[in-house]
């Protein structure tokens, strides 16, 4: 990461007024953008943000793309959630799309997806019979496969996991996930050890939403995490929506002051600085998410750092998409 500034952002809006609302944000590097939203819509920029090319999914028009995985200008992986849930890639820069996976089971949810690489990706669902739907690809998501339902995680009743930016599941280590859930009950998970969340739970619209895990390359255990949500129904509402952990979950620390309401997203950017976003509004901290600065009354579902560069883009409802600009 190269987020080196040690002054706040502004946020330097791109585009909107598209009939889409965009979850899905995937930033190959500063120049490649792609984004996913509702009404089967795909956005992509080659320039920085300067330009968009929009395309309307065929067969999919009124089909909602949550999350999607982008390697570079030509080739990304997209899901669209509810029963059947789709997984579709291109690899003609979005021109056309090809189904790589379908499962048409009753409750089936789709809720996000990541990559360790170009390779090993995951998506995981809402659960199935009390358990977490997981599937795998080691193929660069030419094909999925479920994870038997032995091995797949219990969940309790009243818990399920939100399509809310793509970022409740992410890259713990070369090999491993973590993901966090919401509702009634929000823990994380890594493999079958599952921790209690301090964040605010036990409603349908409460719990965790995002989880970013600091780029551990340096660092040894992986263990730096923090979390972002709240109650969605209350977007105002700043209790116990953000916590952090050093020690790989086994303690929570709360912010001295937490974002400004529900957030939705939440991003590394360096060890000191993260972003954090939701409906009301961008909060940034320099101080490793300790003290939160609401820097934008703008709203927004998801924000990402580039993959390979220091770009951050936002993006939301009705296809607005932003750039955090220094």
């Not at 930033?27 to 943000?49: H, Q």
């Not at 997806?113 to 995981?124: A, H, K, L, P």
């Not at 094909?143 to 793509?166: C, H, L, M, Q």
């Not at 977007?235 to 620390?253: E, I, V, Y």
Request: hydrophobic letters at 35%; aromatic letters at 10%.
């Amino acid at each position: 990461m190269l987020i080196s500034q040690k002054k706040l952002p502004e946020i330097k809006i791109l585009t909107q007024d598209a009939k889409t609302d965009i979850r899905g944000l995937s930033v190959v590097n500063d120049m490649v953008v792609w984004a996913s939203g509702s009404n089967g819509t795909i956005g992509k920029s080659t320039d920085g943000g300067k330009s968009w090319k929009w395309f309307v999914v065929k067969g999919f028009e009124k089909r909602d793309f949550r999350d999607i995985e982008a390697f570079d200008a030509a080739t990304a992986v997209v899901i669209a959630v509810d029963a059947p849930a789709y997984i579709l890639k291109t690899t003609d820069g979005g021109e056309s799309w090809k189904i790589v996976y379908e499962n048409k089971t009753n409750g089936m949810f789709l809720d996000a997806m990541e990559f360790w690489n170009e390779i090993s990706g995951i998506v995981i669902g809402d659960p199935i019979g009390g358990k977490v739907f997981v599937a795998r690809t080691f193929d660069g998501g030419n094909t999925w496969k479920d994870i038997p339902d032995n091995y797949r995680p219990v969940a309790d009743s009243g818990e399920a996991f939100f399509a809310a930016s793509g970022t409740n599941v992410r890259a713990l280590d070369r090999d491993e996930s973590v993901l966090v859930s919401g509702g009634t009950r929000s823990r994380m998970y890594v493999r079958d050890k599952k921790i209690d969340l301090p964040i605010l739970q036990g409603r349908e619209t409460t719990g965790a939403n995002s989880i970013a895990v600091l780029d551990n390359n340096k660092l040894k255990g992986g263990s730096t995490m923090i979390i972002v949500g709240g109650d969605f129904s209350n977007p105002r509402a700043d209790s116990l929506n953000c916590f952090f952990t050093d020690n790989h979950g086994k303690t929570w620390k709360a912010p001295k002051t937490p974002p400004h309401g529900y957030r939705s997203c939440v991003e590394y950017l360096s060890k000191k600085q993260l972003v954090t976003c939701g409906p009301t509004g961008v909060d940034y901290s320099l101080d490793g998410g300790n003290t939160w600065k609401l820097i934008s009354k703008e709203g927004f579902h998801v924000c990402r750092i580039a993959k390979n560069g220091a770009a951050v883009y936002l993006a939301g409802a009705n296809g607005k998409i932003a750039k955090l600009v220094y």
